[in-house]
């Protein structure tokens, strides 16, 4: 099992800037592909991005490509998610989730209890 704990989210203007923080406990950090999700209040929760567990693939969904940033950094067992450009239609819960398959794998096992970002206009 692995522990996450998200960190980061905030309020933001629109146009402005965000990064979020994923800390995992344990120590097989490496062995997981990451990812953000995001759910506003009476969606469903979507896909943002994902990494591969080495940090050199990344996916991202249409409506952040260009715009956010996925990464990790094994030795602090942390994945980061920098958002740019941030638009009104960004603000949602931000989850971080883990699993053990491959980049472009659906199922996520493990998550975390989520942090809130807010973009005003």
């Known amino acids: 099992q692995v522990q996450l704990v998200e960190s980061g989210g905030g309020l933001v203007q629109a146009g402005g800037s965000l990064r979020l923080s994923c800390a995992a406990s344990g120590r097989t950090f490496s062995s997981y592909t990451m990812g953000w999700f995001r759910q506003a209040p009476g969606k469903e929760r979507e896909f943002v991005a994902a990494?591969?567990?080495?940090?050199?693939?990344?996916y991202y969904a249409d409506s952040v490509k260009g715009r956010f940033t996925i990464s990790r950094d094994n030795a602090k067992n942390t994945v980061y998610l920098q958002m740019n450009s941030l638009k009104p239609e960004d603000t949602a819960v931000y989850y971080c989730a883990a699993h053990n398959g491959p980049l472009r794998h659906k199922e996520y096992d493990y998550w975390g209890q989520g942090t809130q970002v807010t973009v005003s206009s």
């Open positions: 990494i591969g567990k080495s940090g050199l693939s990344t």
